[in-house]
Every structure is written in structure tokens, then in C-alpha cells.
């Protein structure tokens, strides 16, 4: 059960990044956050009235505030970074924070077989290979290592804190509400100062209309997203998290396969061994 909402983590994952990645050709990128987590919020505040999700309130909530808050920091470092590039450097680089679950869950005592081990030292090579890393070329700013690494500890402690957010299934519909509720205020409030500033938070021309034209688009990015944070809570408290981690964090090969199918990007000679070698990472993890 553990292999299989983790690798159902990781397609969302890939599948929303791929769609976050599209918009913002279009749209800014704070604002398709902010406006993809709003849905994702309206949804999910649905759910836990028609579960009674809300009777499962109680201090652990803390962790998903603090996933929440975590989250947009992480994911606009991740994009600044990106800016500031090279991408080919950058874009690998932020799947190492998956190094923070694997070392909770070795922390909590948790200890793979040794054909987990090699699994994960597959997986995580491959993971890196497939964001197509560049071996030679312009070096990368300190700025923008700074930035990458920021940005891949809080992918990776966002992971470890939504696994600790509940134990229930209605305790998780409640945990990725809240979550979401934080994501919004902290969004909502960056894109609020960036607006003050002058800096441009609609599409040019278009405005109100070019978001409610992308409306499938952003609630398909924001309601993945979600899916994707509650398949690996799942994933997380039926298994060793140290596995859990590392087969959802494949998303970066999701998203590089989309690509390919969709925009008919060819996949580099790099990007091809790497998603071969996270696939024999994943069989050796679910066979151990």
C-alpha cells in the first residue's frame, strides 16, 4: 500500500507541476499559487463539513499550519531560483529535499533492508538525472544555490510535517484544509505586498478574464496538489517513511514524461537514463 500512494504522490505531483509550469507562461506565478489554492480550499472546506472532518481538531492541526506556511516559501524560492538559473542545474537540485523525510524517518528508528537502501540510492540519482542537469555551462549564482537549496528543504519539510498532521482519514481531509487555509493567508499576503510594489500579479491586457478562462487549469493544479499531499500522508502512516519519500519524489520524471507527450519536448540522454534508473530504484524499494 506504501509504494502505491507514494508512486499515486508522485504522478500528482508531476501532473500538477507540469500544469503550475504552463500557466505561469501566462500567468505570474504567485498568483496562479495563490488562485489555484483558493480552489483547492473551497473544495476541501466542502469535504470536512460533509465528513465532519472538523471533530478531528486538535493540536497536531500545528503541523499542517506549519506545512502551510512553509509551502509558498519554498515553492517561490524554487521559481526565483529558477529565474536566476541555469534551469538545467536548478530544476534537479530541488528534489533533494527529500532528503528531510528520509532522515525523520531514520531518526524515528525506521531502517530499510539493504535492497531498500539500494533502491533509494538509485532512486534518488535517477530523480536528480531526470530534471536533465547541466554538466557543463554557465556557473550557478550563490543566489540562486541559496534560493534551491531553501526551496528543497521545504519541499522536503513539508512532506515530513502534513505525515504528522493526522491519523484518521477525516483528520486528513481537516489537515490539508488547514494547510491550505495557511498556504492562502501567506499567498494572499506576499501577492498583496508584491501588488503594493508595483510588481504585476495579473496577466497584462487581460486581467480577471485570462484567470477565469485558466479556471479548469487552476483547479486542476490546486486540488492535484492536494491529492497528492493526502496520497503520501497515507503512503507515510502505512510504511517506512524513509520509502514512502523517496518513490513520491519520482514526480520530477512525471513531469519531464509529460512534457515529452504533450509538448513533444525530446527527453535529453541524461533525462532518459535517469527516469530508467528511478524506475529500477522504485522496483527494488516495493520489492524490498
Known amino acids: 500500500m506504501t509504494a502505491l500512494f507514494a508512486l499515486a504522490t508522485s504522478v500528482l505531483w508531476g501532473l500538477a507541476d507540469f500544469g503550475g509550469g504552463l500557466l505561469t507562461r501566462r500567468i505570474p506565478a504567485l ?3 495563490v488562485a489555484s489554492q483558493t480552489i483547492a480550499v473551497v473544495v476541501l472546506g466542502a469535504v470536512v463539513i460533509a465528513t ?3 471533530t478531528e481538531w486538535g493540536p497536531q492541526l500545528w503541523f499542517a499550519v506549519a506545512a502551510g506556511l512553509v509551502g509558498p516559501v519554498a515553492m517561490l524560492s524554487f521559481y ?3 529565474a536566476l538559473g541555469p534551469m538545467g542545474v536548478v530544476s534537479p537540485l530541488g528534489s533533494v529535499g527529500v532528503a528531510v523525510p ?6 524515528l528508528g525506521e531502517r530499510p533492508g539493504l535492497l531498500q537502501y539500494g533502491g533509494i540510492a538509485v532512486a534518488v ?5 531526470a530534471g536533465g542537469p547541466q554538466f557543463r555551462g554557465a556557473p550557478v549564482q550563490r543566489q540562486a544555490l541559496f534560493l534551491t537549496l531553501l526551496a528543497a528543504f521545504g519541499f522536503g519539510a513539508v512532506m515530513a510535517l502534513i505525515a504528522e498532521a493526522s491519523t484518521t482519514l477525516t483528520g ?9 487555509v495557511s498556504n492562502v493567508l501567506a499567498g494572499g499576503t506576499a501577492l498583496y505586498v ?13 486581467g480577471i478574464r ?4 485558466a479556471f479548469p487549469a487552476l483547479a486542476f493544479v490546486g486540488l492535484a496538489d492536494v491529492a497528492a499531499n493526502g496520497t503520501y500522508s497515507i503512503a507515510a502512516q502505512n510504511g517506512p517513511v524513509t520509502v514512502a519519500a523517496v518513490l513520491a519524489s519520482l514526480y520530477p520524471v512525471i513531469t519531464a514524461l509529460a512534457a515529452r507527450g504533450v509538448l513533444k519536448e525530446r527527453l535529453r540522454a541524461v533525462q532518459a537514463a535517469g527516469a530508467g534508473l528511478a524506475l529500477v530504484g522504485t522496483v527494488m524499494l516495493a520489492s524490498g
Open 31 to 33: 498568483t496562479v499559487v
Open 80 to 82: 526565483k531560483a529558477l
Open 102 to 107: 528520509v532522515g525523520v524517518g531514520l531518526v
Open 210 to 213: 485570462m484567470l477565469w478562462s
Open 52 to 54: 465532519g472532518g472538523w
Open 172 to 180: 486528513l481531509f481537516l489537515a490539508l484544509f488547514v494547510q491550505r
Open 194 to 206: 508584491a501588488s503594493k510594489r508595483g510588481m504585476e500579479v495579473l496577466p497584462r491586457g487581460e
Open 125 to 129: 540519482v535517477g530523480i536528480v538525472l
